[in-house]
């Protein structure tokens, strides 16, 4: 494999794609209200204006560490998209980008 500039790629500049970044979620009652997100060094809260969609997913749970999330398509300040997710197991949310 090789770099854009033809040198060849070594581990240390290989990062995975898409990987959940962790997010802080605030309630109101049981509504998502607002999440808080780290971008570049400075964190940004945006207010949740609508949740779009609500899914679960249950895998793998024949193994030692089965996945159990519930995710949510919400719209922030101005219309903008997030997905969220709350690992069920440990209650703690990350946004997962495609």
């Given amino acids: 494999m090789e770099s ?3 040198a060849p ?3 240390h500049g290989l990062r ?4 959940p970044r962790p997010v802080e979620v ?3 009652g049981e509504q998502l209200a607002w999440v808080t997100v780290q ?4 964190a ?3 207010e949740i204006e609508g949740v779009q969609e609500v899914w679960r997913v249950a895998e793998a749970w024949w193994r030692e560490s089965p996945v159990h999330r519930t995710y949510y398509q919400v719209l ?4 903008r998209a997030l ?3 709350q690992d069920e197991e440990s209650g703690r949310w990350y946004e997962q980008r495609y």
Avoid: I, Y
């Fill in 39 to 42: 971008r570049s060094k400075a």
């Fill in 76 to 79: 922030v300040d101005g219309g």
């Fill in 4 to 6: 854009a500039t033809g």
């Fill in 26 to 28: 605030a309630l109101e």
């Fill in 83 to 85: 997905t969220l997710f």
């Fill in 9 to 11: 790629l070594r581990a």
């Fill in 44 to 46: 940004r809260t945006f």
């Fill in 16 to 19: 995975a794609l898409g990987q």
